[in-house]
Nanobody, 118 residues
Framework: QVQLVESGGGLVQPGGSLRLSCAAS????????MGWYRQDPGKPRELVAD???????NYATSVKGRFTISRDNAENTVYLQMNSLKPEDTAVYYC????????????WGQGTQVTVSS
């Protein structure tokens, strides 16, 4: 059974930085990709950034140049370094794991709140 543990959210002032982490654990699965999505109340969940098992990355236009996604394959952990944070980055951030265990599956983390405010 796969589990995800997210950490790193919190309150930060505009222009500040935060680092989110998401660790996948379990057995009998192979990771295809990991990524971060975010969601404001009343809005659809949107992609922030993702990274494939091969290291290919994809970013939302709104975060390019400010956020960096990286991955520790040995630890099955993905990180999101968020710099130059803006109030509009405020949202609940969710880790998404795409993996294969007999067939392709998706698993979401519980979410971590990021609030950018002075």
């Amino acid at each position: 059974q796969v589990q995800l543990v997210e950490s790193g959210g919190g309150l930060v002032q505009p222009g500040g930085s935060l680092r989110l982490s998401c660790a996948a654990s379990g057995s009998g699965f192979s990771i295809v990709s990991m990524g971060w999505y975010r969601q404001d109340p009343g809005k659809p969940r949107e992609l922030v950034a993702d990274i494939s098992s091969g290291g290919s990355t994809n970013y939302a236009t709104s975060v390019k140049g400010r956020f960096t996604i990286s991955r520790d394959n040995a630890e099955n952990t993905v990180y999101l370094q968020m710099n130059s944070l803006k109030p509009e980055d405020t949202a609940v951030y969710y880790c998404k794991l795409t993996y294969v265990a007999s067939y392709l599956k998706i698993y979401w983390g519980q979410g971590t709140q990021v609030t950018v405010s002075s």
